[in-house]
Structure formats: structure tokens, C-alpha cells
């Protein structure tokens, strides 16, 4: 695995090694060994996969408050996604600020991401799927949010919104908290 840092404090961009035979191909997907070296996480105690039917989709953005903030190790399984971070830390050197990455089932990304930052993502492929790994189960009454089009952050999406969630719509803006 390859740890690269990105323009977020503490979201890792993890590139798995594909090894390609005739058989086909085999990938590590997470190593408690190298996670540790990298002074990151292991301890993760919920799995969930998200499929999302259609493209242009956005679920998003989503968080936990403390003292249930998570870590979030993601990867897209299956299609294609356009999977944004923001960073809502006060004290982190890159608050309200947001990163995109493509995620692909070919294109061996994924993304660790710190506590602290909301997660969100929009389908560009039909029947995109997302594994979450998380350090931390969900709690709904830790659950928060915030609009994919709130101004304090105003995230770029590359596709037209086709579809978004009444739940996601209601997010009150960053603004006003």
C-alpha cells in the first residue's frame, strides 16, 4: 500500500497494490502492520456498504459529533463515485476547506479519513457501491450534517444532481451552527 497525503490534514489517500496473473488479480485492501506504522487507526468496529441505484446521486455530507467521531477507511467496490471530504475541525490548518477524489472499482483509491470530517459522494456509474470501515458503530443521535450545497464550503460536483435525500436536503447550513 501507498500512504499519500493530501491538501486535508490527516486524509490519507491509501493506493492498493494490484498483483496481476493469469488468474486474474489480488489486492490487500487494509494491514493493521502498515496502518500502525503510519501512526493510523486499526481498530475498526463496523463494516457497512452503501449501493447507490443511480448515477448522479449525492449522499452527503455526513459526520458524527463527538464524543462518537469516527474514522472512516472507504473504498468503492463496485462503479465509480466522486467522493468529497470536508474538514470541519476549528483547529485543523485546513478547516472548511474540501477535497473530491474519483473512487473506482479499477482504480485501487482509498481514503482514510480523520475525525472531525464530513464524508459525502456522488454516483457516476448506475449501482455504485462504497465499504466503509469505521473505528466507531454509528450512534443517530451523534449523527449530523450538512447541505451539498452549503456556501461556507461550496463543494463543486462534477455531475448534475439526479437524486438526494429528503434527510440530506433538511441538513441546517454550516453557517448557523
Known amino acids: 500500500m501507498q500512504f499519500e497525503p493530501t491538501t486535508i490534514e490527516g486524509l490519507i489517500a491509501v493506493r492498493l497494490q494490484r498483483h496481476e496473473d493469469e488468474r486474474g488479480s489480488f489486492a490487500r485492501l487494509f494491514c493493521t502492520h502498515e496502518f500502525a506504522a503510519k501512526g493510523l487507526v486499526t481498530a475498526f468496529v463496523q463494516e457497512s456498504l452503501s449501493v447507490t441505484r443511480l448515477a448522479g446521486t449525492i449522499r452527503g455530507m455526513h459526520y458524527q459529533r463527538p464524543p462518537q467521531a469516527e474514522v472512516k477507511f472507504v473504498r468503492c467496490v463496485r462503479g465509480a463515485v466522486y467522493d468529497v471530504v470536508a474538514d470541519l475541525r476549528p483547529e485543523s490548518s485546513s478547516y472548511l476547506r474540501w477535497q473530491g477524489f474519483h473512487l473506482s472499482a479499477e482504480n485501487d483509491l482509498a481514503l482514510y479519513i480523520p475525525k472531525g470530517c464530513a464524508h459525502g459522494f ?42 438526494i435525500a429528503e434527510k440530506d436536503l433538511a441538513w441546517p447550513a454550516l453557517s448557523s451552527r
Open 122 to 163: 456522488q454516483s457516476l456509474k448506475d449501482n455504485s457501491e462504497i465499504l466503509y470501515h469505521m473505528d466507531t458503530p454509528y450512534n443517530p443521535f451523534a449523527s449530523d450534517g450538512f447541505r451539498y450545497d452549503d456556501p461556507t464550503i461550496e463543494i463543486s460536483w462534477p455531475r448534475p444532481i439526479r437524486m
